[in-house]
């Protein structure tokens, strides 16, 4: 079909002469993983705090806690960055959204793309949270109960020890979704690794090379991501239960 | 702070629900066709036969090592140009809705197999032996004995899927193809109303999804009354 293939193409000059092309996708590839990093601690803190509120007995906080999982989790990831990065702005008290307004973009989009994903995520690692919670046999509370603990001491010394060790499997997989999810970050300008492939695209005139480069990428980050953490998943596993020795 | 103005909303009104069709299509056909083909997928994986298993083995986890949106993206930008040169398609012809679709339907597929695989695992092994003892073939004891039992496990699984499907379709933004989202941020765009248009948007999918959401667990409930 005519193609010239041009593999060679990653080493020439960028247009803007101060890069390679392989320089530009390394550029999205060091912003894909900084982005996906920063906003996984996010997800993980917000995600850990919420999910055990929905495990408490009250009420109240519980609701609150339900609340913002369906929230976050029945409205599209596109629509939230949106929302993040163009309405935000306009809500805030005015000063405070001139500040954001005027700040460099690449700030703006960074920073819009980090709360977005890392909220996001924390109510898909809150459901994690909250069903190893759920896991954990009733005996468990009760003998902390029992033995004169108040029930935040109960959490924190004998449930949340043995709940985060159960949750680091299934949340193994959000973690790869969230560099997955990272490329959706692209459509409001952010260049990282999917935003670079387009660009690449443009300004090689060469697609193929451009896009199974960037494809390749992001397998080879799922492939690290993988390896490590189920190294991680063995050292931490439970004694006695599914993957423990 | 912000006026709200919320009125270039009831004017855009069909424009939106013209986009919501596409939306709703897209969705609909990722569903079935995804359905189908990760069928298949997942019959492959669990089969005997080493060089299908592995087919299987690598499409599911390929589609599922790459993001939606670069796979959305190589749809768009490179696929309608590979086929229209296969098939002499004149250029220039808007292929992105049929893009959308396969591109869509492929990805899911990924996923479905995955559910369907342990759909298929969970029913128990004696029901095979049992259609194999009374001289069924495999394609019968798959068909008339195991599928039925393992998609009744499988709906609410397989409709969860279809609410994040129908979540995901926004990302065909990426083509500027006009679902509900693209024409939501069209409007907005179009009236300098961007604020009021992505939050009624917003709105719109949560309602949808979170209405979609209750009638699962409910549907569990009946199903797995736990």
Same mark, same amino acid.
């Given at each position: 079909?005519?193609?010239?293939?041009?593999?060679?193409?990653?080493?020439?000059?960028?247009?803007?002469?101060?890069?390679?092309?392989?320089?530009?996708?390394?550029?999205?590839?060091?912003m894909?993983?900084?982005?996906?990093?920063?906003?996984?601690?996010?997800?993980?803190?917000?995600?850990?705090l919420?999910?055990?509120?929905?495990?408490?007995?009250n009420?109240?906080?519980?609701?609150?806690?339900?609340?913002?999982?369906?929230?976050?989790?029945?409205?599209?990831?596109? +629509?939230? @960055?949106?929302?993040?990065?163009?309405?935000?702005?306009?809500? $805030?008290?005015?000063?405070?959204? /001139?500040? *954001? =307004?005027q700040?460099?973009?690449?700030l703006?989009?960074?920073?819009?793309?980090?709360?977005?994903?890392?909220?996001?995520?924390?109510?898909?690692?809150?459901?994690?949270?909250?069903?190893?919670?759920?896991?954990?046999?009733k005996?468990?509370?009760?003998?902390?109960?029992?033995?004169?603990?108040?029930?935040?001491?109960?959490?924190?010394? +004998?449930? @949340?020890?043995?709940?985060?060790?159960?949750?680091?499997?299934? $949340?193994?997989?959000?973690?790869? /979704?969230? *560099? =997955?999810?990272?490329a959706?970050?692209?459509?409001?300008?952010?260049?990282?690794?999917?935003?670079?492939?387009?660009?690449?695209?443009d300004?090689?005139?060469?697609?193929?090379?451009?896009?199974?480069?960037?494809?390749?990428?992001?397998?080879?980050?799922?492939?690290?991501v993988?390896?490590?953490?189920?190294?991680?998943?063995?050292?931490?596993?439970?004694?006695?239960?599914?993957?423990?020795? | 702070?912000?006026?709200?103005?919320?009125?270039?909303?009831?004017?855009?009104?069909?424009?939106?629900?013209?986009?919501?069709?596409?939306?709703?299509?897209?969705?609909?056909?990722?569903?079935?066709?995804?359905?189908?083909?990760?069928?298949?997928?997942?019959?492959?994986?669990?089969?005997?036969?080493k060089?299908?298993s592995?087919?299987?083995?690598?499409?599911?986890?390929?589609?599922?090592?790459?993001?939606?949106?670069?796979?959305?993206?190589?749809?768009?930008?490179?696929?309608?140009?590979?086929?229209?040169?296969?098939?002499?398609?004149?250029?220039?012809?808007?292929?992105?809705?049929?893009?959308?679709?396969?591109?869509?339907?492929?990805?899911?597929?990924?996923?479905?197999?995955?559910?369907?695989?342990?759909?298929?695992?969970?029913?128990?092994?004696?029901?095979?032996?049992?259609?194999?003892?009374?001289?069924?073939?495999?394609?019968?004891?798959?068909?008339?004995?195991?599928?039925?039992?393992?998609?009744?496990?499988?709906?609410?699984?397989?409709?969860?899927?279809?609410?994040?499907?129908?979540?995901?379709?926004?990302?065909v933004?990426?083509?500027?193809?006009?679902?509900?989202?693209?024409?939501?941020?069209?409007?907005?765009?179009?009236?300098?109303?961007?604020?009021?248009?992505?939050?009624?948007a917003?709105?719109?999918?949560?309602?949808?999804?979170?209405?979609?959401?209750?009638?699962?667990?409910?549907?569990?409930?009946?199903?797995?009354?736990?």
């Amino acid at each position: 079909m005519g193609y010239q293939w041009n593999w060679g193409v990653f080493f020439q000059p960028s247009a803007t002469g101060d890069d390679t092309y392989l320089g530009w996708m390394f550029a999205g590839f060091k912003m894909t993983i900084g982005l996906s990093l920063s906003a996984w601690v996010i997800a993980l803190l917000l995600g850990a705090l919420v999910g055990v509120l929905r495990t408490v007995p009250n009420k109240l906080l519980a609701g609150i806690a339900t609340a913002y999982v369906e929230l976050f989790r029945n409205i599209p990831l596109l +629509v939230q @960055l949106f929302i993040w990065y163009f309405v935000l702005p306009e809500l $805030l008290p005015e000063s405070l959204g /001139n500040a *954001f =307004k005027q700040s460099h973009p690449v700030l703006q989009q960074f920073f819009a793309s980090m709360v977005c994903l890392g909220l996001f995520t924390s109510a898909r690692v809150a459901e994690q949270v909250r069903s190893g919670i759920n896991s954990l046999p009733k005996g468990q509370k009760n003998a902390g109960l029992a033995l004169g603990f108040t029930l935040p001491q109960t959490y924190r010394f +004998v449930m @949340l020890p043995m709940a985060f060790r159960l949750v680091v499997p299934p $949340l193994t997989s959000e973690f790869l /979704n969230i *560099f =997955k999810n990272s490329a959706v970050c692209s459509t409001i300008g952010l260049l990282e690794l999917a935003a670079q492939g387009r660009q690449l695209v443009d300004y090689t005139a060469q697609p193929y090379e451009s896009f199974i480069a960037v494809t390749l990428a992001y397998i080879a980050i799922n492939v690290v991501v993988m390896t490590l953490m189920h190294k991680f998943e063995r050292r931490i596993a439970v004694p006695g239960y599914i993957g423990g020795k | 702070m912000h006026d709200f103005d919320w009125s270039s909303i009831p004017g855009a009104l069909p424009f939106l629900w013209d986009g919501m069709k596409i939306s709703l299509v897209i969705t609909l056909q990722a569903v079935v066709v995804g359905i189908v083909w990760g069928t298949l997928l997942a019959m492959m994986r669990l089969s005997s036969i080493k060089a299908l298993s592995w087919f299987a083995a690598g499409y599911v986890n390929l589609f599922r090592a790459v993001p939606l949106v670069m796979v959305l993206l190589w749809f768009f930008l490179i696929v309608p140009e590979f086929v229209g040169q296969l098939f002499n398609i004149p250029k220039g012809t808007d292929m992105r809705l049929s893009s959308a679709m396969a591109g869509f339907a492929l990805f899911e597929a990924a996923y479905y197999s995955e559910i369907i695989r342990a759909g298929i695992q969970s029913v128990s092994k004696g029901q095979m032996a049992a259609a194999s003892a009374l001289g069924m073939t495999y394609g019968q004891s798959m068909r008339l004995v195991v599928l039925p039992q393992a998609f009744r496990n499988m709906v609410p699984l397989l409709l969860t899927q279809a609410i994040i499907l129908f979540q995901d379709t926004s990302l065909v933004y990426v083509s500027a193809l006009a679902d509900f989202f693209g024409a939501a941020y069209k409007v907005g765009d179009r009236d300098g109303r961007l604020v009021e248009l992505l939050l009624f948007a917003g709105a719109v999918y949560f309602v949808i999804c979170f209405s979609a959401s209750q009638i699962v667990k409910r549907l569990q409930k009946k199903y797995h009354p736990a």
